[in-house]
């Protein structure tokens, strides 16, 4: 059974940053990309970052394109997710999610199997 535990949210001023980590265990990770998504209150999960088993390939939505940043440490099974010029609407709950099946980075909730508890991200105007 995997396990993912997310850390670093908090409440921060719009302009600053913020780490998240998310720690995994349970199983072998090996070829299993590993994303980010978010949930504002009221919304839809919606997808923020994923990162290949390499890490040599990444995938950004859009409004968070060139402000975040995902890394992953494979020999620690741990993924991050660098978060920069914060804005107001990037308040929301922060996931750490594994896919179903490796060799695959979809930006679809379904195609998740694996969640953390999340992590709440807070930022003021």
């Known amino acids: 059974q995997v396990q993912l535990v997310e850390s670093g949210g908090g409440l921060v001023q719009a302009g600053d940053s913020l780490r998240l980590s998310c720690t995994a265990s349970?199983?072998?990770?090996?070829?299993?990309?590993m994303a980010w998504f978010r949930q504002a209150s009221g919304k839809e999960r919606e997808f923020v970052a994923a990162i290949s088993w390499s890490g040599s390939i990444t995938d950004y939505a859009d409004p968070v394109k060139g402000r975040f940043a995902i890394s992953r440490d494979k020999a620690r099974n741990t993924v991050s997710l660098q978060m920069n010029s914060l804005k107001p609407e990037d308040t929301a709950v922060y996931y750490c999610?594994?896919?179903?099946?490796?060799?695959?980075?979809?930006?679809?909730?379904?195609?998740?199997?694996?969640w953390g508890q999340g992590t709440q991200v807070t930022v003021s105007s």
């Open positions: 349970g199983r072998t990770f090996t070829n299993y990309a």
């Open positions: 999610a594994s896919p179903s099946r490796p060799y695959i980075r979809p930006r679809e909730v379904g195609l998740y199997e694996s």
